[in-house]
């Protein structure tokens, strides 16, 4: 039997989707350097958006099924890879931030509520996918990330000046916290605050990021609207808690971002529930559902919860994620699931059309 041609082997792959762009693998121009020996052994590549795609192994294996029944196919062999593309945003006459393809705000109405926690492992997580991944601690009256990540440096400059981030388990960090001493207040109004998130987005020598995460300070500040007005920004991460009182505000963080014209990639309720180590009895101590229910209702995906487990604490205290300790705990594998939920939004986003822009009041 004659070897297959191109035109074949491309039909067939028509039939595999990408669930989350819903459109097949080859309109999307996924599927390259296709080659057919004569022998009818088949080869490709996929080049999928992000590294941290949910479904990659279904692609893969559905990919090599539809190949395989192809007359004249022998042999397929499927390798995976990913080019992470960058969100369309709001036009206007913001500038992109040399070395990195998204930016993405982690926000949340209220304090309290373990939004840097959920920040500090998300950007691990995204990395440990094989995604290059930058950090930016953007609550300069707080900066706890390199507490987190247990890092105590001083921050030197390149040969061009530029600020070098510090690294660790995979992700580059920067944060007012390596040029203060621990104890110190961070004392500034407005303007300030503005000039150092320009100096943390354009004076650093990011290494090309897929993702740069900006764990923002809580509330409606001054810091977003500084960060809606130098950046393009891919999106937007809220944190809840699914007590009445955090989502009131968590309302409002959302209503912000909308209000800047940035994207809200998703809602994740923190602290969902307590999962007794002894007996396994699940205990929904600030309710249950609200989260996702307040997604709902305001049209926008729910990322996933994550539960209350001890080890997540003692982590952020020591400097040692839950994600690097304990991988393939139930709430690290709750961290990996909001990642890739999250880098699925990223490459909706970079398919969609601009968002247009309307002045801020």
Not at 29 to 48: H, M, N, W
Not at 97 to 104: L, M, R
Not at 181 to 187: E, G
Not at 224 to 231: F, I, Y
Request: charged fraction near 15%; include cysteine; glycine fraction near 10%.
């Amino acid at each position: 039997m004659a070897a297959p041609d191109q035109a074949a082997v491309l039909d067939a792959l028509r039939a595999v989707t990408d669930p989350d762009l819903g459109r097949d693998i080859v309109s999307l121009g996924f599927v390259k350097s296709l080659a057919i020996d004569p022998a009818g052994a088949v080869s490709f590549v996929i080049e999928l958006t992000t590294p941290a795609c949910p479904v990659k192994d279904q692609m893969q294996a559905q990919a090599q099924a539809a190949v395989s029944r192809v007359a004249g196919v022998t042999a397929v062999a499927v390798t995976m890879t990913a080019a992470v593309r960058t969100a369309s945003v709001a036009e206007g006459t913001r500038q992109p931030v040399a070395g990195v393809k998204n930016v993405i705000a982690v926000g949340a109405g209220k304090g309290g509520v373990g939004k840097t926690t959920v920040a500090v492992n998300l950007a691990i997580a995204l990395a440990q996918t094989g995604s290059r991944v930058g950090m930016i601690d953007g609550d300069m009256y707080g900066p706890n990330v390199p507490i987190m990540f247990g890092l105590a440096t001083e921050l030197v400059a390149d040969e061009r000046g530029r600020i070098v981030p510090a690294e660790k388990y995979g992700v580059q960090v920067v944060s007012m916290g390596f040029m203060t001493s621990d104890d110190a207040a961070v004392i500034w109004r407005g303007p300030m605050l503005h000039g150092a998130i320009q100096q943390f987005f354009r004076q650093v020598a990011w290494d090309e990021l897929d993702y740069l995460i900006v764990d923002m300070p809580p509330g409606t500040g001054d810091v977003a609207l500084s960060l809606s007005q130098s950046v393009p920004v891919s999106g937007a991460i809220v944190v809840t808690t699914p007590q009445q009182v955090s989502l009131a505000d968590t309302r409002r963080a959302v209503r912000m971002y909308q209000k800047l014209n940035i994207r809200t990639l998703g809602l994740i309720e923190n602290m969902s529930h307590f999962t007794c180590p002894q007996c396994g009895h699940e205990s929904d101590i600030f309710g249950r559902g609200a989260g996702e229910g307040l997604a709902h209702d305001m049209a926008i995906p729910f990322l996933g919860r994550l539960p209350i487990y001890e080890p997540v604490r003692i982590g952020g205290d020591t400097g040692r994620p839950i994600v690097v300790t304990e991988p393939q705990s139930p709430v690290a594998q709750a961290f990996r699931s909001v990642a890739e939920q999250a880098a699925a939004q990223v490459s909706i986003a970079s398919f969609s059309r601009t968002i247009p822009l309307t002045p801020v009041r």
